[in-house]
């Protein structure tokens, strides 16, 4: 968004701004666009503009905190300072190309991450359908989502009974449990999330496997969750495949033969 602010103030006559989104392969040294960069995987998203520019002498001193060329009040000199500190912290690198009166684009390089080849595998995989009489409770704040992902579980042959939240899940629970094969749950939600559900079934002796939904790598929590009887997780957006295979594997559904 700063990036995209910036590009918008550098055309006071306006102009036109492009995003681009694309993953690279660097393969030797020198294809790297930066100083000790690493070579392998990145990806690479770039804001460019057809504005003034920036001036050459103003270009060293663009990251600094607090310097900024806009007037009083339009500006406050951190926009660019946050974009660098992002990027380091996501262990990427920032990229400015300039030239008076014609534009700047710049370019954000993160690295690509390794769970994108087993996403890629699981997607090129068979779809595994449940086996019998499976019924999936579906814990979901957002209706949309919540939908959606009972649309595509409904496909798959599962019967699902769905829930707002942590505490609905086990309200429905109190009643319904002996109906239920597997929860699935996502990890954030108001009142009580994914991980807090899962720990309130094992106080209540409820041995039903769980999978979370979440858009955030568990890996920290992983191990410790394994341990404590968590069936395991996948990562939003979902992928149908992938959760189709996931709950397979839970619930001993053999995948479908390969032609």
Do not use: C
């Amino acid at each position: 968004m700063n990036l995209v602010v910036n590009a918008r103030d550098a055309m006071p006559n306006g102009g036109s701004i492009r995003l681009d989104l694309d993953n690279l392969d660097l393969v030797l040294p020198e294809d790297v666009p930066v100083k000790g960069m690493r070579t392998g995987s990145w990806v690479r998203i770039q804001v460019a503009d057809t504005g003034t520019g920036i001036p050459e002498d103003v270009l060293p001193h663009i990251f600094d905190p607090f310097f900024t060329t806009k007037e009083v009040g339009m500006g406050s000199g951190l926009g660019l300072a946050q974009v660098q500190g992002l990027m380091k912290q996501h262990a990427g690198e920032v990229v400015v190309a300039t030239a008076p009166d014609t534009g700047t684009t710049f370019s954000l390089y993160f690295p690509a991450h390794n769970s994108l080849k087993a996403i890629e595998s699981a997607a090129a995989s068979p779809l595994v359908r449940s086996s019998g009489d499976n019924t999936i409770l579906l814990v979901e704040d957002n209706e949309e989502l919540r939908e959606i992902t009972a649309v595509g579980l409904r496909s798959l042959g599962y019967q699902i009974i769905k829930a707002a939240s942590g505490l609905e899940a086990l309200a429905i629970l109190e009643t319904r449990a002996a109906d239920i094969t597997l929860i699935l749950s996502d990890v954030v939600m108001p009142e009580m999330g994914g991980q807090a559900l899962f720990y309130a079934l094992q106080e209540r002796g409820l041995n039903l496997p769980l999978v979370l939904m979440t858009g955030h790598p568990l890996d920290n929590e992983m191990e410790e969750l394994r341990k404590r009887g968590l069936a395991g997780w996948v990562a939003k957006p979902l992928n149908l495949r992938q959760l189709s295979s996931i709950l397979g594997l839970t619930l001993g559904v053999e995948p479908p033969a390969e032609a």
